[in-house]
């Protein structure tokens, strides 16, 4: 991936110290010294400000030096010039949150977000603006973040395009570097840098451009997942090397046969040597000036003189918590949560087919909701006379969609739903249906779960009712098509509940306690509770909704699971004092009394100690009950699941 950031620098000392952020051929420069920057990210909007304290000092405590983030147009302009930096979006109480832990910060500017974050960051209302084109030479857009990837669909209005947006950042004149990443002909002086793993054989585009790898958080997450391997080393590793003024890189192979390598980097004050594994399974042996070294499968060992080992990746001397879930003791058990319950008000759609606008024509949803909800209603008629020969054949309802979800209402009876899947957005919902003579009501309700947000032309993916919209008859072996596309269509963005705001403890709304239903769709659900006690993070656990299941058949494990079946809940969302209401929308069918609230503790630790090293274990600020495994040999097993092995 393609970025382009500048690294915003904070004052650690007063705010009448200057600090200089510059580089040279060999690294970024802080004050005139040579700096290796290992940063994080972490997005504020997707935490809260009372979150920010903790989650900084945890990352400095990690080992970083940096905190990088994206900053987020949508978020910050929903709606054109109407501007929101309030709560977790006050990205200037972010940055000075940073500022207090003495880090760094690192801004992503964009205005293109990747970051799995609805549809690039970008607002609705730019879309809709008459003339406007995404991400090319263009008067009404502006700088770019990314975009390498899918330059090559815009030809030469791509080049012209980075040329523009590389003058226009350094016109700014914001007084430190600005950086692409996977940018090859990114124009001086921006810095072109590596992006991912594999960045031994990178080479800048020009001699004073220092050599920098951006290592992508999803590939670090595959990584350590698969293999268990960590490419950080400690901030004391890291001081020491920087002192000394090596400029530090690990250095791997790709080649799953290759059993080693080896580099060597010098400066002003010598050598210092990387040793690659690039096999998966086996250890390697290296030989280097006359000494024998083995180096870990799928492993980088740092030696700082060419001689001693400091650092190897695959011997990581840190601990490891497993998490356990608590029932909330503010409550005696799950069936405390006392259910009320209504239905989605949605008479006016299903058997009017009123909306608030009507136009002849099939829109996108993107132009008609502006993204201010996920649901969008698509309201038709058809009168049918007595004797029409349709009414006396097989029929149906066909709709060609792209709405990620679709429900479908004929008269006011739901006839059935289909949703996109395998990443395939573009189907024929097709379903039998009895019209009736007179006038007849179709609603279809249309519902995004997130815009696209990455590959060329992203913004130009089409979402809703894409059309034909027909009635399908048959008399035998003759088949009639009646194209509705044409007809009047009425529509109604965001559903009932959400503009009359029954999520609101202050809402009029009348629920009933009575009968609570279950597997019922389109339902709304309200409960009261307590908040947990003590101050260990809060969980509400969704277990019996019935939305985003693993589908049987096509799911490895946890077939018929939920995708996602805890969700934090800040401690700060809730009143210690008195009652919490939660409400729930039920859309597919489910049942609300599986739902209940859970804190999370550390169970246990457990850590890997290698030679030469200390480790200092934490309960997380509780006693250590007991010891329950300990081995000075050859352990096997991983966390939880240790092994003596063939020594001790």
Known sequence: MVSLRFILCFLLVSSAYATIVSHD???????GHRRVLLSGSIH?????????????????????DAIETYVFWNAHEPTRRQYDFSGKLDIIRFLKTIQDEGLYGVLRIGPYACAEWNYGGFPMWLHNMPGMVFRTTNKAFMIENEYGNVMGSD??????????????????????PWIMYQQNDAPQPMLNTCNGFYCDNFVPNNPNTPKMEMMRSEE????????????????????????????????????????GGQRSEKSEQGSSCFFGNGNETSDATISFQRESYVVPAWSVTILPDCKNKAY????????????????????????????SWRPENMDNFLLKGKGKSTYRQLFDQKVVSNDQSDYLWYMTTIK????????????????????????AFVNGKHIGNQHAENGNFHYVFEKDVKFKSGHNVISLLSITVGLANYGAFFESKPAGITGPISIIGRNGDETIVKDLSAHKCSYKTGLNGFEHQLFRTESMSKWSVESVPFNRTMTWYKA???????????????LGLGKGAYHAGKCLTNCGEPTQRWYHVPRSFLNAERDNTLVLFEEMGGNPTLVSFQTTRVRSVCANVYDKNIIELSCDRKPISAINFASFGNPDGNCGTFERGTCE
Not at 25 to 31: F, P, V
Not at 46 to 54: C, F, I, L, Q, V
Not at 384 to 404: C, E, I, Q, Y
């Open 25 to 31: 051929g060999r690294a970024i420069t802080i004050d």
């Open 44 to 64: 504020y909007p997707r935490s809260t400000p009372e979150m920010w304290p903790d989650l900084i000092k945890k990352g400095k405590e990690g080992g970083l």
């Open 155 to 176: 030809g030469e209005s791509g080049k012209e395009y980075i040329k523009w947006y590389a003058n226009m950042a350094q016109s700014l004149d914001v007084g430190v």
């Open 220 to 259: 670090l997450q595959v990584m350590l997942n698969e293999r268990g391997d960590n490419e950080r080393f400690s901030k004391n590793q890291r001081a020491m090397l920087n002192e000394r003024g090596w400029n530090v890189r690990c250095w791997m192979r790709r080649e799953r046969e290759m059993l």
């Open 312 to 339: 190897n990746t695959a011997k990581i001397t840190t601990q490891t918590s497993r998490m356990v879930k608590k029932p909330n003791e503010a409550e005696d058990s799950r069936s405390t949560l006392k259910w």
């Open 384 to 407: 049918f006379k007595k004797r029409d020969p349709f009414l006396g054949n097989s029929m149906s309802l066909r709709v060609n969609s792209t709405a990620h979800v679709l429900h």
């Open 528 to 542: 009261t509770f307590k908040g947990p006690l003590g101050n260990n993070p809060v969980v509400v656990d969704l």
